[in-house]
């Protein structure tokens, strides 16, 4: 599966902004330095909170998932030497943190009251205008085709272990092609998750699948089993259960995503008609010599 750096970093940025800490005790740890902690419960969360698709490619990234858990072990280890140190109590430092905060605080009542003020009806948009926006931009809400498949999946790790299961990966090809492939993927596929539902991994575009599989699994017809793939991780028998053409998008499946945009750009609309009205540009001056006399201080 593809995964895109910038996804992991906001992800995992988000879980862990303010998450270090010194885990609870019924929280196995996952990642330490010193006394700081980062917990499994953490990384749980993380998780639940993304899609199918972003969940499998971050579990794919283990050395991008690693590398964002140093960084933020190592990022609280500084800040509780600098507190321990006192930086926090030093006059420049309290001036910019007070800054900051009034800035923060300032920004934050702005932002909040101007939402509230440019609040959108709750039964906005009328379903007129959700299939309006649906017809504008149907050429956009093309679904790529989708295929049902099972797999076998024999782990090989190591060069000895490749050796040795591409023999049985033949063999429980063969198998599955004249037997019970659902049968075989619950007695003999080392992935547990597709191994409990008789080697089924879903309903999935190629994009989603492993590179080394995609090709296959694209030409297969529905029924096949194909001859053993090997991946990094090992070796994956495929069969091909069934495939869902490409099609459009309906307005009943694009209606949440359509109804969250119209929302949100008529709240900007809103937004801008009272501040405009707030702030009139006949009512509003510039003096123009006394700009110039700041900007002149600037150099």
Known sequence: MTFHAKTL??????????????????????????????????????????????????????????????????????????????WGERPEIKARVDSATRELSARLLGTSYLESVAAVDAAYPPDAELAAAYEQGKADFALPARYRVAQIFLAAPDAGAQAKQREAAKKLAAQARSGDFAALARSQSQEARSAAQGGEVGMLPLESLLPELRDGVAKMKVGQVAEPVQSPAGFHIVKLLGVEPARTATLAEMTPRLRAALRQQRQQQLAQAYLANLAPAASLTIDGAALDAALQKLN
């Open 9 to 86: 970093a906001l992800a995992v940025s988000a879980l862990f902004a303010c998450a270090a800490h010194a885990a609870p005790a019924a929280d196995p740890v996952l990642a330490s330095l010193g006394p700081v902690t980062i917990g499994q419960g953490e990384m749980a969360q993380l998780l639940q909170g993304l899609s199918d698709a972003e969940r499998a490619a971050i579990k794919a990234d283990r050395a991008g998932v690693e590398a964002w858990l140093r960084q933020r072990l190592t990022a609280e280890a500084l800040l509780r030497e600098a507190r321990a140190k006192g």
